[in-house]
């Protein structure tokens, strides 16, 4: 059902590029960016945990973590700038990152929900959600029959023609 939905985004159908396409583009990179960032403020994190684990060595239940913390603590800034430049290591970390993600998830739910902030917050964001989705949904019911009226009424003139001309008399019909 996604790939007829450029026709309903306000664009160009031949172009399939909403006049937003930019900017929420712009929007993605920086949520990309952002999580990229997250990503590498844990794995400094990690590695500084490995060398304080490695000053006061203790039985440790991860070994496998504990030999990937080993060898990444060991590079230098240079290597270590290399290796998490890498598409294959970037891939496994993230990875690891969503079963990590989705285990604390799991646990840290219940506790943000049992808390009277984490609860009040959750109420609002509930509410936010279901008025956003109102609103998306008349947007998209909007749209749609607005295309309705291309196809029906001016299936003769090209669509961002169509679409100024209905910019131009303010939604009014011609």
Do not use: C
Not at 2 to 10: D, E, K, L, R, S
Not at 63 to 88: A, L, Q, R
Request: net charge negative; charged share 30%.
């Amino acid at each position: 059902m996604q790939g007829n939905n450029f026709f309903f985004t306000g664009g160009d159908p031949l172009l399939g590029q909403s006049p937003g396409y930019m900017e929420s583009q712009f929007q993605e990179l920086e949520r990309m960016q952002a999580a990229i960032e997250q990503k590498k403020k844990a794995m400094l994190q990690a590695k500084e945990q490995m060398s304080r684990q490695e000053q006061h060595p203790s039985q440790s239940q991860t070994p496998v973590w504990d030999e990937i913390e080993s060898i990444v603590s060991g590079m230098t800034d240079k290597e270590f700038e290399i290796v998490t430049g890498n598409e294959e290591f970037v891939e496994s970390q993230n990875a690891i990152m969503s079963i990590l993600q989705a285990k604390y998830m799991q646990m840290m739910r219940p506790v943000v929900e049992g808390s009277p902030e984490g609860k009040d917050a959750l109420d609002k964001h509930l509410t936010l959600v279901k008025r956003l989705r109102k609103s998306a949904a008349s947007e998209v019911d909007k749209e749609i029959s607005d295309f309705q009226e291309y196809k029906e009424k001016y299936p003769d003139i090209p669509y961002s023609e169509y679409q100024k001309m209905k910019r131009s008399s303010k939604g009014g019909k011609k």
